[in-house]
């Protein structure tokens, strides 16, 4: 179904950036159906109106906004690394965590094994 005449297909042709065969379909229909040339001529107003529109902007406006924007930028940008970081430590120390455990248990393994040479009968469960 061709739905030539909706206000995006006007707001496309006023913009140049209907495909040719519907920018003619378009067209046809301006030239037949009067509600749709008044709201073309509508959105042209409005767009003419707009285009004449002029806004004054106080000296140092643009500036200040500029520095303001950056220190946000500047914020937000270091919020993730701070995170980043944080979690960098939180993994360095459960890994130190983990290599102590290690150590610890290599060393309650080499203990072990030098009690069971001295005293083969006590890790054995053997009571005198």
Do not use: H, K, W
């Not at 496309?12 to 495909?19: C, E, G, T, V």
């Not at 004449?52 to 906004?65: E, I, K, N, R, S």
């Amino acid at each position: 179904m061709n739905r030539v005449g909706t206000d995006e297909d006007l707001s496309a042709y006023l913009d140049d950036d209907l495909p040719a065969d519907e920018r003619v379909a378009l067209e046809r229909r301006l030239d037949a159906d009067g509600d749709l040339r008044v709201t073309m001529d509508a959105m042209v107003g409005v767009r003419a109106t707009l285009s004449a529109l002029t806004v004054d902007v106080p000296d140092g406006l643009l500036p200040q906004f500029r520095s303001l924007l950056d220190e946000r930028r500047a914020t937000v940008l270091d919020r993730p690394i701070q995170e980043s970081l944080r979690a960098m430590r939180s993994t360095l120390e459960t890994l130190r965590g983990r290599l102590s455990m290690n150590d610890q248990r290599r060393r309650i393994r080499e203990l072990t094994e030098v009690t069971a040479s001295m005293c083969p009968g006590v890790l054995a469960g053997e009571t005198r």
